[in-house]
């Protein structure tokens, strides 16, 4: 199994930013994909960002172009830098391990989590 934690969560204000850590241990290396997803209280539990062992990336239309994923294998750490921060951003953040690949034909990455984080509170005010 996969072990993952997150941090880097806190309170910004709009317009702010913020990076979040994801340390995956275990078997990560049953898994090729780490990625972030988002929940925010009543509502449903949303894709934000995923980042393959191959160095695949895909965002959320919501976070593209203010969001950025990115991975340090050594470290088995993958960061998501927010910036431009919206309080519609507020939300758990969860870091998941699992399995994605590219599709053929139109080149889109598909991912499956299979292990998740804790979560981490991010808060952003007006």
């Known amino acids: 199994q996969v072990q993952l934690a997150e941090s880097g969560g806190g309170l910004v204000q709009a317009g702010g930013s913020l990076t979040l850590d994801c340390v995956a241990s275990?078997?990560?290396?049953?898994?090729?994909?780490i990625g972030w997803y988002r929940q925010a209280p009543g509502k449903e539990r949303d894709f934000v960002a995923v980042?393959?062992?191959?160095?695949?990336?895909k965002y959320a239309d919501s976070v593209k172009g203010r969001f950025t994923i990115s991975r340090d294998g050594a470290k088995n750490t993958v960061y998501l830098r927010m910036n431009s921060l919206h309080p519609e951003d507020t939300a758990v953040y969860s870091c998941?391990?699992?399995?994605?690949?590219?599709?053929?034909?139109?080149?889109?990455?598909?991912?499956?989590?299979?292990?998740w984080g804790q979560g981490t509170q991010v808060t952003v005010s007006a």
């Open positions: 998941s391990a699992g399995r994605g690949a590219l599709t053929t034909g139109d080149g889109d990455y598909h991912y499956f989590p299979k292990y």
């Open positions: 980042i393959s062992y191959g160095g695949s990336i």
């Open positions: 275990g078997s990560t290396d049953t898994m090729n994909a």
